[in-house]
């Protein structure tokens, strides 16, 4: 008897010892890339990338790596983004994604179409608990309304890194006692009779001013509007009769400014919030517009674009999340936990040549100021607080991705059709339909 259960033994050893040989060794944790549609973002952000994960290495957090940059356009971005869906349907792909959102730039496709959607289809993981043990993220310290909006019902899915947020800069001595609040409407733009908020709602680039140009855009209808969806049960939250009354509002600011009517208003310059506006003051003969005189180390006043119900939109620019699928989601947070970092969020080559996208700033509050720049830039004390009471009155906050980029191909098409007398109706029409698909598929 003695003699069979020793050969038992012997036997159960050989077939642990054979388990424990065969026992599948862990994947390399895999980390996909977009770094928007433009090749140059592609080759700066993959270089970027390495060394940030060598020093990750370094600090005794992963070092198995495998980085995956994914093309800027063409078929071989369409391939990639084909690749990495069919992956993660059948249960697998990247363990991490860091997206610079644009994808859809010029025609391309996004990774993302529509994050809002995504974190509703459950694809990324829940990152409450691993967020409450973060040896490097400040939770605290983070733009609140922003970060809400990588949260479900489910926890905080998706990670902002940037955002942004359409200004318009007055001297503060030029509009005195001029401070709008959260409780400014979009109309009450609109019928401003001073001229200062209605030419902050125009948001025209001066045409003799190519550098401005560069840093404005002509289409805001999403600030406008503040929530656009209800992602949940795939509903857009504005009629179509709604979508069309505010496209004619806006080409007929559009109008109004060609045909000279805010040329009294102060001097003024527009552009979408993003850390190199900031100039040091020492280096103030910089002005991004150096026709209106105004210059970074004057205290000045900034309003934003109002919701028809008040308050201000903010725009997520990058974002990290975190595969579903994922067997290292220890390893794959460490990695973003570290870029969420205050040094991190200051660092120059990450994300003000990268995750800021030349367009938004780091979600960490307290940077731009002059005791925390990034890179070289800042805002004064006195303009630094009039941003942080601007910040204060965000409460919408979309992604920047497909609806937002129909917004832009809607009011283009509507401007041409301005242009050569049609109705714009049809175009509105054909666009409220398309919304309307997008966050139903």
């Not at 995504?118 to 608990?129: K, R, S, V, W």
């Not at 920047?400 to 809607?410: A, C, H, K, V």
């Not at 401007?415 to 049609?422: I, N, R, S, V």
Request: hydrophobic residues 40%.
């Amino acid at each position: 008897m003695k003699r069979v259960l020793c050969v038992l033994l012997s036997f159960i050893m050989v077939l642990t010892l054979f388990a424990g040989c065969t026992e599948k060794e862990p994947e390399p944790l895999r980390i996909c890339v977009d770094a928007d549609a433009f090749e140059l973002r592609v080759d700066s952000c993959k270089e970027t990338m390495e060394s940030f994960l060598t020093t990750v290495a370094q600090m005794g957090g992963p070092s198995d790596v495998i980085l995956e940059v994914l093309p800027g356009s063409g078929t071989e971005r369409k391939t990639a983004l084909q690749n990495i869906r069919t992956e993660m349907m059948s249960g697998a792909g990247p363990d991490l994604f860091i997206v610079l959102c644009g994808g859809s730039i010029n025609g391309g496709e996004a990774l993302f179409e529509i994050p809002e959607k995504t974190m509703q289809l459950g694809a990324f993981l829940p990152l409450d608990e691993y967020i409450e043990n973060a040896q490097f993220m400040e939770w605290e310290k983070y733009t609140s309304a922003v970060m809400e909006a990588g949260r479900t019902d489910e926890g905080q899915l998706i990670l902002p890194l940037t955002y942004t947020l359409p200004l318009t800069f007055y001297r503060a001595s030029d509009i005195s006692g001029v401070k709008p609040g959260k409780e400014t409407t979009w109309e009450d733009m609109l019928t401003d009779e001073s001229g200062i908020l209605k030419a902050a709602a125009s948001w025209m680039h001066n045409p003799d001013d190519e550098y401005t140009f560069m840093m404005m855009q002509d289409n805001y209808i999403e600030y406008t509007f503040g929530e656009i969806a209800d992602y949940e049960s795939e509903q857009l939250l504005f009629t179509e009769e709604e979508l069309l009354q505010r496209t004619k509002e806006i080409l007929d600011m559009q109008k109004l400014f060609d045909n000279g009517g805010l040329q009294n208003i102060p001097a003024h310059y527009q552009t979408k919030i993003y850390p190199s506006f900031s100039w040091p003051s020492e280096w103030g003969h910089l002005d991004p517009d150096p026709h209106n005189g105004i210059r970074f180390e004057e205290e000045q006043t900034m309003i934003p674009i109002y919701s028809e119900d008040g308050g201000t939109t903010a725009e997520i620019v990058s974002f990290a999340a975190i595969n579903a699928n994922t067997e290292r989601a220890e390893d794959a947070f460490y990695i973003v936990d570290l870029m969420m970092s205050q040094g991190y969020q200051r660092a120059f080559d990450l994300y003000e040549l990268w995750l800021c996208g030349f367009s938004s700033i780091p979600v960490y509050e307290g940077i731009l100021q002059k005791e925390q720049p990034m890179g070289l830039y800042y805002l004064s004390g006195a303009n630094y607080a009039e941003f942080s009471r601007v910040r204060e009155q965000i409460d919408h906050v979309c992604f920047r991705g497909g609806l937002t980029d129909e917004f832009d191909r809607m009011h283009r098409d509507c401007m041409d059709a301005e242009e050569a007398g049609t109705d714009i109706a049809p175009i509105v029409s054909e666009y409220y339909t398309k919304l309307r698909q997008m966050i139903a598929e």
